[in-house]
């Protein structure tokens, strides 16, 4: 556990821009002071002597299948919910959770416990309401009403362009969208149509530049696994450039091979590093195939893959752009205050991170849940 007042020594600190060495005041969950030297006494403070180790805001996921994906394999292929444990040993301080392919029996309302769980223990939690549906699978019976009743939603789900999508034609997607955009606007969330992306680029892109020529602004559509297939690829970085956001899963599935590849091909594109963002589809379900093909079992996918596309970009680009697409972008991006960043009035989550930019430390509003490479809080369930 983690006194109430934390001061971080000289830290090498990346805001996720990079300030250099840094003392870092830490009280009430919350980031109170970011100076070069700091003189604070206070009964009862910790104090972690980074030793010139990077620290930068936890990440942010917004795609975690916390209830557990999968399914598509019969009875026995659902897979396991998340644990804590998971998103302390990922350094994933912050996440949006998400249902699949499954609107049978993954209820939203199971969701929305399994968020507010995972709060109480310790992250920030909100999430997607639906699945691949549509019509979407809602609690209260509407898309507008579950962003604009449960603070926790930001927004809807959906599948596109994908053999198990309900193939929404444009006009039902454009109504979506109007429905998300009038919840956001008397709620304050923006609201956001979040689109699983299957291989099939017309039916997705054309829908949605549709919308924004029927007035309904790109910010309001975020397709996500947009490198799995090069045509989906294409079009969502033109959709990018065009004013949009576009997200790239870490978990696999990448055309080019990694995340952090596809990352790179979308910049040289022209695509701006705030519109783009990575996510894990982590908890959902990995087949593996033998060399026939044939599957032969399945595996649960990590999220600490998010953390993996962080250091891949790092080597090319160094860390400072490599934090931005899991700190400040996704949290511009959602519209979450006081995420994302080591700044002063901001929540106190923060990684440290080794010379070779792994976990050492890991606090979820300055509560310390990694120490020394090892968790050591679990949530109510874990050994």
Same mark, same amino acid.
């Given at each position: 556990?983690?006194?109430?007042?934390?001061?971080?020594?000289?830290?090498?600190?990346?805001?996720?821009?990079?300030?250099?060495?840094?003392?870092?005041?830490?009280?009430?969950?919350?980031?109170?002071?970011?100076?070069?030297?700091?003189?604070?006494?206070?009964?009862?403070?910790?104090?972690?002597?980074?030793?010139?180790?990077?620290?930068?805001?936890?990440?942010?996921?917004?795609?975690?299948?916390?209830?557990?994906?999968?399914?598509?394999?019969?009875?026995?292929?659902?897979?396991?919910?998340?644990?804590?444990?998971?998103?302390?040993? @990922?350094?994933?301080? !912050?996440?949006?959770? #998400?249902?699949?392919?499954? =609107?049978?029996? %993954?209820?939203?309302?199971? *969701?929305?416990?399994?968020?507010?769980?995972?709060?109480?223990?310790?992250?920030?939690?909100?999430?997607?309401?639906?699945?691949?549906?549509?019509?979407?699978?809602?609690?209260?019976?509407?898309?507008?009403?579950?962003?604009?009743?449960?603070?926790?939603?930001?927004?809807?789900?959906?599948?596109?362009?994908?053999?198990? @999508?309900?193939?929404? !034609?444009?006009?039902? #997607?454009?109504?979506?969208? =109007?429905?998300? %955009?009038?919840?956001?606007? *008397?709620?304050?969330?923006?609201?956001?149509?979040?689109?699983?992306?299957?291989?099939?680029?017309?039916?997705?892109?054309?829908?949605?530049?549709?919308?924004?020529?029927?007035?309904?602004?790109?910010?309001?559509?975020?397709?996500?696994?947009?490198?799995?297939?090069?045509?989906?690829?294409?079009?969502?970085?033109?959709? @990018?450039?065009?004013?949009?956001?576009?997200?790239?899963?870490?978990?696999?599935?990448?055309?080019?091979?990694?995340?952090?590849?596809?990352?790179?091909?979308?910049?040289?594109?022209?695509?701006?590093?705030?519109?783009?963002?990575?996510?894990?589809?982590?908890?959902?379900?990995?087949?593996?195939?033998?060399?026939?093909?044939?599957?032969?079992?399945?595996?649960?996918?990590?999220?600490?893959?998010?953390?993996?596309?962080?250091?891949?970009?790092? @080597?090319?680009?160094?860390?400072?752009?490599?934090?931005?697409?899991?700190?400040?972008?996704?949290?511009?991006?959602?519209?979450?205050?006081?995420?994302?960043?080591?700044?002063?009035?901001?929540?106190?989550?923060?990684?440290?991170?080794?010379?070779?930019?792994?976990?050492?430390?890991?606090?979820?509003?300055?509560?310390?849940?990694?120490?020394?490479?090892?968790?050591?809080?679990?949530?109510?369930?874990?050994?």
């Amino acid at each position: 556990m983690t006194s109430p007042v934390l001061l971080v020594r000289n830290a090498d600190v990346y805001a996720p821009e990079h300030l250099g060495q840094r003392d870092i005041l830490i009280a009430g969950g919350k980031i109170v002071a970011v100076e070069e030297k700091l003189d604070v006494s206070v009964p009862g403070m910790e104090t972690l002597d980074a030793a010139g180790r990077r620290v930068a805001p936890g990440l942010i996921d917004q795609h975690i299948h916390v209830t557990g994906g999968g399914g598509e394999g019969g009875w026995a292929s659902r897979c396991p919910e998340m644990n804590f444990s998971a998103l302390a040993g @990922a350094g994933v301080t !912050t996440f949006v959770g #998400v249902s699949g392919t499954d =609107s049978m029996s %993954r209820s939203i309302e199971n *969701l929305l416990a399994k968020v507010r769980g995972l709060t109480v223990e310790g992250a920030s939690g909100w999430m997607w309401t639906s699945n691949y549906a549509f019509p979407p699978t809602t609690i209260t019976g509407s898309a507008k009403m579950d962003i604009f009743t449960i603070p926790e939603c930001l927004g809807v789900k959906i599948a596109m362009g994908d053999h198990r @999508a309900s193939f929404p !034609t444009p006009d039902e #997607v454009l109504r979506l969208l =109007s429905e998300i %955009r009038i919840a956001g606007m *008397l709620t304050g969330k923006t609201g956001f149509l979040h689109i699983h992306c299957g291989n099939f680029a017309a039916d997705i892109f054309d829908a949605l530049e549709y919308a924004v020529r029927r007035g309904i602004p790109a910010k309001h559509s975020r397709p996500t696994h947009v490198a799995r297939h090069p045509e989906v690829f294409e079009r969502a970085c033109a959709f @990018a450039k065009a004013g949009g956001f576009i997200d790239i899963t870490t978990g696999g599935g990448c055309y080019q091979g990694s995340a952090a590849k596809a990352f790179l091909d979308a910049l040289e594109k022209g695509v701006p590093v705030e519109h783009l963002t990575f996510s894990s589809d982590g908890q959902g379900s990995m087949p593996r195939f033998n060399d026939a093909g044939e599957m032969v079992g399945f595996g649960v996918g990590s999220i600490k893959c998010d953390l993996e596309a962080v250091q891949a970009v790092a @080597a090319e680009l160094g860390l400072e752009t490599a934090l931005k697409p899991m700190t400040t972008s996704i949290a511009d991006a959602l519209g979450l205050p006081g995420k994302g960043r080591v700044a002063v009035g901001c929540d106190a989550d923060l990684i440290v991170l080794n010379d070779a930019l792994a976990l050492d430390e890991v606090f979820m509003k300055g509560r310390g849940v990694m120490r020394e490479g090892k968790v050591v809080v679990k949530g109510a369930f874990e050994e």
